[in-house]
């Protein structure tokens, strides 16, 4: 019997030392094996740190590529809308050119397609007894007294574009046409049509008001319109030559020669078949356009230098800044003989023009002054001081 005690054998589960056979340390059993191995890259997929860093990275990326495409879609529109501003500011543009005749060949163009179908209605009516089209355009593009009680209000606007008879259409187109040009030069490519609505309705307003309410008469042309242009240019052109039956006459006698014989015939009751009624309303609305136009510049240049004296008042006369620098306000100059103000002014000099430096650059070398004309515009003047005399460039 051996001398030697022996040690106390545990119960508990033995190690398994790990062999350099990667799989050693699994059972035998095909389904255990695969249970194992589905579980350990389970567990290596979940708890791998760079696997959710790749993860959450992968997201931030998303993210990123969503805000991206909305700023992206965001600066798209804005583009879009500055170009749509842009291209609004250029058509407006476009529209206001001196050049630009487009509202005129637009009235002319609906003046021509209105008499045309006058043409195929009066066809229609002798040729093949049609008269449909031709009531139409009775009950529509007529004005007078049946169609208003008849409740057609818009006959007030719509017979000034209506010529039933060539010579009536040619004469007013011809003479629309050569005066509207200078009207647009005077009021605008886009306040001509207003011109042309306002002097028609005016016209039709008159005849409704100057003539019998129980005659049945219809009146329709464009002469009440042509008689308004005509006057807007005699008016702001008065001694410019028109041609009379090939004879140069001022503007002004000419068509203000139409427009008295039209106030007799109008007030003497001798107008005939001419709708002399109609032109006074057209001259009427020319006279008091005008009139608007002059007095509301007069208004405006008066509330402006009130506005501007009333503002200026409270700038001392002169004044000493902490640098030690003194400014004094000093009067308009004016170094032009050409260019006059309407009234001497005084402007305050406040601003950049307290530093020393920069009253000093001004003394050597001129003034940067702003001169106001009558009509509103700057005109910037540059002078120079040379010994004592100044350079205007």
Known sequence: MSCCTRRAISHARPIILARSNPFSSFSSSPLRILSQIKT?????????VWNRHGAVMRDLKGLNACKHQQVRSVRTVLRTTSNIKNDLKNWNQRLDADDSYWSLYLILGIN???FLVWQY?????????????????????LGGWYNINAGRYWTLISCNFSHLEPFHFIVNSFVLYSFGQAVIDIVGARAFPYIYLGAGLTSSIFTLALRDR???????GASGSVTGTTLIYALVHPWSTVYLLFLPVPAIVAIGGFVMYDLYATSTKR????????????????VCSIMIQFCSRLIGAAVTSAVRTASWTHVPASRVLPNGCSITRRPWCNPSPFITPIQPRY??????????????????????RRLKTYNGRRIMKRRMLKGRKYLAH
């Open 347 to 368: 402007y305050p000099t406040y601003g950049d023009e307290y530093q020393p430096s920069t009253l000093k650059r001004k003394r050597q070398y001129g003034f940067l």
């Open 40 to 48: 350990l890259h389970q567990n290596h997929s979940n708890g791998s």
């Open 121 to 141: 209605a009066r066809t229609l009516d002798r040729n093949h007894g049609d008269s449909s089209l031709w009531n139409f355009m009775t009950g529509n593009f």
């Open 214 to 220: 129980k005659g049945n008469y219809f009146s329709h």
């Open 112 to 114: 021509t397609a209105v």
């Open 271 to 286: 107008s005939g078949k001419v709708d002399t009624a109609a032109h006074v309303g057209g001259a009427a609305f020319g």
